[in-house]
Each structure stands twice: as C-alpha cells, then as structure tokens.
C-alpha cells in the first residue's frame, strides 16, 4: 500500500538523523517533513484514484449482470408461459384432423397449427438472442479460472487484503469456470461494499463431483465504517445462476464477519 510505503520511508529517514551535528542537523529535519507530506498527499491521492476507478469498473459490470439477469428472467417467462400455451394450442389443432367436421371449421384449424407453429419457430428464435449475449460480447473473452488472480487482485484497489488459495481442480467446465468467476468478483464486491478495508479470504476446491467457492471477510476493520448497499439483487441473481448448474449458494455471518459458499456442480469430474 503507498501509505505504508511512505511510512516506512519517513521512519528510515527520522533514524538517519539520530546524532546528526552541525547543517545537517537543523536542515535534514525540515526537508523530511516536508518530503513525507508530500507523499503522504500522493499516496491519498492515488489511493482514491485506486478506488475511484475500481468502483467504475464495478458499476460497470454490475450494470452488465443486471441486464443480464432481465433478459434471462424475460426468456424464461416466455418460455414458460407463452411458449407452453402455443404448444397447446398447436397440439388441439393438430388432435382435430381425423375428426369429422365442416370444410370451413377445417381450413380454420389447419390456418391455427400453422400460425402456432409460425409463432412457436419465432418464439424459439427470440429466446435464442436473448439468452445468448451480443455480439460485442460474444468478441470479449470469458471468464475462466485463469482470470481469478486479476478479479482478487483488483479488488485490493478498494482496500481489500485478499488471499487467494486455488487447489488442484481438474478438469472443469466452462460454465461452472464462468459461475466460479461472478461468485469470487460478487462476493469481493459485497465485502467492499459492507466492510471496507478488510481481510478476506479467498479459496477454491473441489469436493467430488462439485467445485466449491469460498469468500470470507474479516468485517469492518475501521471504526465508524458506512456500508454502501448496491441494489440488492447480486446475490439473488448468482444464486439463480448457481441453481441452473446445479449448486446451492448459501450467505452467512461468521466470526464477525461474512462467507459466502457456492457448490457448483461439474460433470466434467
């Protein structure tokens, strides 16, 4: 950390001018003083610079996984919904052809199956282009196991201690590689937020058929501390996340502090 740095470096200077005579003596001092506030005011600067552009970028991708999160929740009510009663509908029509029944009743139900088959095949591909990202980000690179480092370490921009233990996985799938990933950088994201400057601890693992996420906080480590809330729906949107591959996602206060544990189910193990 800069400000560490800077008081390191004022005590070694405050030491060299232990027995000092003479000059030296009324001029060094002056000179380290001032010295260490200026770089006492750089290393703020820089640390709010730090921060600054680290909450950018978290607001950023937050705002990404909330249109993400809308668009798989519109896709799973048309498809539950919509797409159920088209294919109802195609079924009925379809179940009247050996029926007797008037010419006219008959081209009425031979028009409906064709335009519930017409609208079932479009439905299929609106569901389609919104649960599959853009194009942009089709060109952007995902997240896999190889990015934990660079989540972890971006996270001490906001003052976080992070240490991060990664055990022999395998072979893992890229879904649950990308699942890993959001549950790390939501978990950093939550702890930033509620506890601040803290230490927290990172650890990933496998456990059989499962590979399990840990993140631990220490709690607020600053007296007074104000915890800033997001929107609320993080966790609530990786939980879905994790249950669509087949994991649990639990939350819980421990030791002062905050755990979140993912088991995400692999089929690759």
């Keep these: 950390m800069p400000v560490a740095a800077v008081v390191i470096s004022v005590l070694v200077m405050a030491m060299c001018t232990v027995g000092a005579q003479g000059p030296l003596a009324v001029v060094l001092p002056p000179l380290i003083v001032g010295g260490a506030v200026a770089a006492a005011v750089w290393a703020v600067r820089r640390s709010r ?99 934990l480092p660079g989540i972890v370490h971006g996270a001490s921009l906001a003052g976080l201690r992070t240490r991060l233990t990664v055990e022999p996985l395998g072979s893992v799938s890229e879904g649950v590689q990308v699942a890993v990933c959001r549950t790390v950088r939501e978990a950093l994201s939550n702890a930033a937020r509620y506890a601040g400057p803290t230490d927290v601890r990172v650890g990933v693992y496998r456990d059989g058929t499962h590979v ?11 007296d007074g ?28 206060h421990v030791d002062g502090g905050f755990r979140i544990t993912a088991r995400i189910w692999d089929g690759t193990a």
């Design 49 to 147: 610079t730090d921060r600054t552009a680290y909450e950018s970028r978290l607001t950023a991708w937050a705002a990404s996984e909330a249109v993400l999160a809308e668009r798989l929740r519109i896709a799973r009510d048309l498809h539950d919904i919509v797409s159920h009663g088209l294919g109802l509908i195609t079924v009925r029509a379809a179940a009247t052809r050996h029926l007797p029944k008037p010419a006219e009743v008959q081209t009425a139900l031979t028009d409906i199956e064709d335009a519930s088959r017409r609208a079932t095949a479009e439905l299929r591909r609106m569901l389609t282009v919104l649960r599959e990202p853009s194009a942009a980000s089709r060109r952007a690179p995902v997240d896999n196991l190889d990015d």
């Design 212 to 222: 399990v996420v840990t993140v631990a906080d220490a709690g607020p480590s600053v």
């Design 225 to 252: 501390w104000l915890a800033s809330p997001g929107a609320g729906h993080g966790l609530a949107g990786l939980r879905e996340r994790i249950d669509s591959l087949g994991g649990t996602l639990s939350a819980e």
